[in-house]
Every structure is written in C-alpha cells, then in structure tokens.
C-alpha cells in the first residue's frame, strides 16, 4: 500500500531579485529567501490588473511568501508585505540603478554555501540605508550603498578583498598598490605588473563601508573622484574573484 506524502512547501521572507513573462499573466520571480537560498516559483496571475500578488511582489519590497516546491519550479500561494523600499528608490534614478545592482549581486553571492541568509539580512539594510529610512544615519552617495553591500556579501562568501595587508605575503599595510587578481592590495615586493596605484582615500573608503564607519565614509565620499575610484577597485575585484561580467553593477 503507497504512503501519500503532500507536496514539499514552505513559508519565508523574501525579496524580488528578477521576473521573466510566462504566458499572458503569470510571472516566474527569482526569490532570495532568509533560510532557503535562491528560489525560482511561479506567480499565477501576477500580471492582471486585479491580482492579489501584484502590488506586494516587487522588487525592493520584503514579503512573507508561501511556496509549494514543484519539481522545477514553486509554485507561489500566498504572500504578505514586510517593509516596502521602493518608492524612494524608484523615484531617484542613481538609487534606482543602485538598487538593482544589488538585487544582481545578492544573486550571484547568494550561491557560495551557507552564505544566503547573510546575504539576505545585508540586502534588507542595504535596500533600507538606500531609501533613507533612518534619518539619523549618515547619507551616502548611491554607489557607496551599493559598494557596502557588496563588500558585506564578499566578506560572507569568502572574497573579500585586502584593504589594508598585502593579500599576497600578508605584509602589515596599508599598501599604495592593488591588483585584483591578486586579491586587492599588494606590498612592493609582491605586486604584479599592471598593479594600479590608486589614491589613498580610495581604499580607504572601502574599508570603512566594509566596516560599517558610514559617518567617516560620508566624509570621504563627499569627494567624488574617491566614490568613483573605489567603485572601479571594487568591481575589478568582483570581476575577477567570481567571474561574472554583472553589468548592472557595472553601469553605476
């Protein structure tokens, strides 16, 4: 006699990271969840004026979904809003483009094991510190937002670059060099060809948003050439340590 076993599902929070049209009016999203990692399932009906789903199923919004795995796909059931993010972001260009730099990214580092529900919980207060939810924390320009959360995320994967002692012979920096196949900056003696030398206040402003000194940062990104150049370090990095083009990332 055959045991009945019901269709795996579960409930967890969760942010839109893409969408692809299936059919006329149903959506396949792309989900990171807090505890089980990227999740692709299908939104039925999404796409209709009338749907329940939606106005709570989009990106930069956190929600509470309930899943029912199939064997390639889920299946969406029911969902509730959490906190919702996106009318500052979408109604500021650089934030907008920001944040979907980091919906990208939170996709990508996501895949390293154990490392989605950090990844998740950086992307919750990235997407918040981006809208300007907190008054009393330090503003930052959108790109710096970005830059945050992704060295957070590296740092959760295990890529984080050296900011500070040569990546190569551990050294006690800070170094003037950096390369990014040598896993960020490197001392006089182990620095390869091709090495830049970037300005100081560059690497600097990526150490403090790795650790999370926003006020100092505010300060150091006042000057733009410093956001610009760290961005530039950072998505070397990025390129090189994970090998991904992440061109949303990239257009910043």
């Avoid at 839109?16 to 006329?24: A, I, P």
């Avoid at 690497?203 to 050439?225: E, F, I, K, T």
């Avoid at 990095?237 to 992440?246: D, T």
């Amino acid at each position: 006699m055959s045991s009945f076993s019901p269709r795996p599902n579960f409930r967890d929070e969760a942010f839109v990271l893409r969408s692809y049209k299936l059919g006329e009016a149903d959506l396949i999203l792309v989900l990171l969840t807090r505890s089980h990692g990227v999740v692709r399932a299908v939104a039925k009906g999404i796409r209709k004026t009338k749907s329940r789903f939606g106005a709570r199923l989009d990106r930069f919004s956190k929600v509470n979904v309930q899943v029912y795995r199939g064997r390639s796909l889920g299946k969406i059931t029911d969902t509730a809003s959490l906190a919702s993010y996106a009318g500052p972001i979408v109604a500021d260009v650089d934030k907008y483009f920001a944040g979907a730099a980091m919906l990208e990214l939170a996709q990508i580092l996501s895949t390293a094991e154990g490392s989605s529900e950090a990844v998740f919980s950086s992307l919750d207060a990235g997407l918040a510190l981006l809208a300007g939810t907190d008054p009393a924390t330090p503003e930052l320009p959108p790109v710096s937002v970005a830059d945050r959360f992704v060295l957070h995320g590296l740092a959760e994967a295990g890529w984080m670059p050296s900011l500070v002692d040569c990546a190569q012979c551990g050294r006690p920096g800070p170094h003037r060099a950096f390369h990014p196949r040598a896993g960020g900056s490197v001392c006089v003696l182990c620095r390869p060809p091709g090495s830049a030398t970037p300005p100081p206040e560059a690497v600097r402003l990526l150490w403090l948003l790795a650790h999370d000194r926003l006020a100092v940062a505010a300060q150091v990104a006042a000057n733009p050439g410093n956001v610009r150049v760290a961005h530039e370090l950072l998505l070397a990095h990025v390129r090189q340590q994970l090998e991904v083009a992440c061109p949303a990332y990239a257009a910043l």
